[in-house]
């Protein structure tokens, strides 16, 4: 039985970057219902970025932190990726939960319920979960994440995000101000707030090509923010007179200097992927068309970062996994489209819970 309300457990998914007043509601609803309350913290395993600044640790001590002692007994955490795929996102989110209920000794006919509130279309994940009962809740006033990212890191002598925020939160940001992270952050969403400013919101049409060659693949260092450090695939910005792959290939020369002829790597040709996702990237409405070369043995081509990109190398393919926490925007779920990176032990690390150091 339950230990109150009419649930034994309940699931609430979301991103909490940061967790807010809103989340706190919904959070304090779904323990009134429910004996246990399982978190599924969203975009795990990532890169920091403007969309996503604080990692799985940070976001679970800011919850922890919110509650009192008897209730954060009640709440565990489970951790999932994006994806980009919704199908695939939402069966690893039930996955994810259904794996913690068990750990915890919930019977398979435990009543399950998902609580959440609808706010545009981005809460239509809460329509997934046929098997959960639906806890909704009326949205909490006009508290929005992406703006109390926008205040807490654009206008820095400004306070007014810490009344967004439950007292625990604000503390808890208060001192992330003072590492080296929040600078970093703070150049992420300024170069989103100026790519917008100059550019718009998009949609845009963009070129990635992944070139692998004796089991390797070759990547780019980002030189400029957004993005600045993490290793991505070579890209860019179709140009008004351009066919795609042509867009690919100049992309892939001008920030590589891959040093083998167009017909070369034309012949190598192996798929073509259109990414689509809304939230892929946050500088705006981003479509991009992955190319996947594979170029014959024996030797790598060399190459040297040029243009945009700091930095060119060729990555073994099995170590791609662990750079997954390194890579740009959803470029690890690109490499993972068309090289199979995810077997199943590797997207059970989702599934893990207890402490969020698992990743």
Known sequence: MSLRGSF???????????????????????????????VVLGSAFAARSARNPFTLEERATMIRASLDARAARRVSF????????????????????EEEMRKRGLPL????????????????????????RPLMLERQGDIDASAIRRMYFTQ????????????????????????????????????????????GEGPFVTLDALVTAAGQVLLVRRKNAPGRGLWA????????????????????????????PDT?????????????????SARGRILTHA???????PALPAVHGADDAAEARWFPIGELPALEAELFEDHFHILDHFLRLLDQKTEDRSVTGGKAAAY
């Open 233 to 260: 695939l070579p890209g860019g910005f179709l140009e008004g007179r351009e066919r795609l792959c042509q867009g690919a290939l100049r992309e892939l020369k001008e920030e590589t200097g891959l040093d083998v």
């Open 8 to 38: 034994d457990a309940a699931v609430l998914v979301g991103r909490f970057q940061p967790f807010h007043n809103a989340h706190a509601a919904l959070l304090r609803a779904a323990l009134a219902r429910a004996g246990q309350v399982l």
């Open 109 to 132: 006919s435990a009543r399950v319920a998902i609580a959440g509130f609808y706010k545009d279309a981005s809460s239509d994940y809460l329509r997934w979960f046929p098997r959960w």
């Open 156 to 199: 820095e002598a400004s306070a007014s995000w810490a009344a967004l925020v439950p007292p625990a939160v604000a503390h808890f940001l208060e001192n992330w101000r003072a590492r080296t992270d929040f600078a970093a952050m703070r150049e992420e969403c300024q170069a989103v707030l100026a790519y917008r400013q100059k550019w």
């Open 264 to 280: 070369g790597i034309l012949h190598a040709l192996r798929e073509v992927a259109v990414f689509d996702h809304p939230d892929r």
């Open 78 to 97: 489970v951790y999932i990726r994006d994806y980009y795929d919704d199908r695939r996102w939402a069966a690893a989110a039930a996955r994810s939960a």
């Open 291 to 297: 190319h996947w070369f594979d170029l014959p043995p």
